[in-house]
């Protein structure tokens, strides 16, 4: 139940392209959703982030659609560039838990094509 | 406006030493996680503190690890007689408040 699982594992698109990573959950507790974006050699940079009462959420090229009934959400990268191949982390954390701790998703790595 | 520090970057043990890493959290940020991560994995939650208290260490493993977040000072995570398996990406992340991360660079540990 404090699982969150994020697919694909590997992502190849094109410059230009839309990557969509995917990642759902079972835990309904869960209520925030971040996305973190880790360069090889560093450390995981917060991207963007979400609650379950919006479904939508859009900072620059990156956007989060979240399905609160399928208990899934995703993360979409518009025209994306070159510089955007990186891993992408996935995570939940839930507001009844004391530390607020984050239960990451296993990644996906990304690789855009120029 | 420093982000979160931490040190030493690469640090290389002998499988019984231990291992003393160190965080610094960002400026006004008075929660601090860490976390870990293995190779070609995903991060996993350790330890939760604030100053002065362990708040959450559901996460550490129960034999040789240790963190504190004194008054004064940054946080360490601390491996006693380390072993192979310990060899893995430490980050530490901290917040002004509740949920919001950010992660330091992390120390990468190496045990021969």
């Known amino acids: 139940q404090q699982q969150v699982k994020q697919s694909p594992q590997s992502l190849i698109v094109q410059k230009g392209g839309i990557p969509i990573i995917n990642c759902a959950y079972e835990?309904?507790?869960?209520?925030?959703f971040p996305w973190y974006q880790q360069f090889p050699g560093k450390g995981p940079a917060l991207l963007i982030a979400i609650r379950p009462d919006v479904s939508e959420k859009k900072e620059g090229r990156f956007t989060i659609s979240f399905n609160k009934s399928a208990k899934q959400f995703s993360l979409h990268i518009m025209d994306s560039q070159p510089g955007d191949s990186a891993t992408y982390f996935c995570a939940a954390s839930m507001g009844s838990d004391s530390s607020y701790k984050l239960i990451f998703g296993s990644g996906t790595r990304l690789l855009v094509r120029p | 406006n420093a982000g979160v520090m931490q040190n030493p970057r690469h640090l290389v043990r002998r499988r019984g030493q231990e291992a003393r890493l160190r965080c610094s959290p960002m400026?006004?940020?008075?929660?601090v996680y860490w976390y870990r991560q293995l190779p070609e994995e995903g991060l996993k939650f350790m330890v939760y503190?604030?100053?002065?208290?362990?708040?959450?260490e559901s996460g550490m493993p129960k034999e040789r690890f240790s963190a504190e977040f004194p008054k004064e000072g940054p946080s360490i995570l601390r491996i006693q007689q380390v072993v192979r398996g310990d060899s893995a990406a430490y980050f530490c992340?901290?917040?002004?408040?509740?949920?919001?991360?950010?992660f330091g660079p992390g120390t990468r540990l190496t045990v021969l």
């Open positions: 992340a901290s917040s002004r408040s509740y949920n919001e991360q950010f």
């Open positions: 503190l604030q100053k002065e208290n362990i708040i959450d």
């Open positions: 400026k006004g940020h008075s929660h």
């Open positions: 835990n309904t507790a869960f209520d925030y």
